[in-house]
């Protein structure tokens, strides 16, 4: 039983960390922007 569950618990897994890269890709940009933004104060 605990293989046959492991299995659809596994492709959810695999999405939330492509999701999450492509989140953390958005965040490293804001983040660059705003230190540029504050290089020019």
Known sequence: M???QEI???KPSI???C???S????IRS???QI???FLWF
Do not use: C, E, M, W
Request: charged content about 20%; proline content about 5%.
């Open 2 to 4: 605990l293989n046959t």
């Open 8 to 10: 659809p618990y596994q």
């Open 15 to 17: 999405s939330n960390a």
């Open 19 to 21: 999701i999450n890269k």
């Open 23 to 26: 989140i953390h890709r958005d």
């Open 30 to 32: 804001i983040v660059g």
């Open 35 to 37: 230190r540029h933004s």
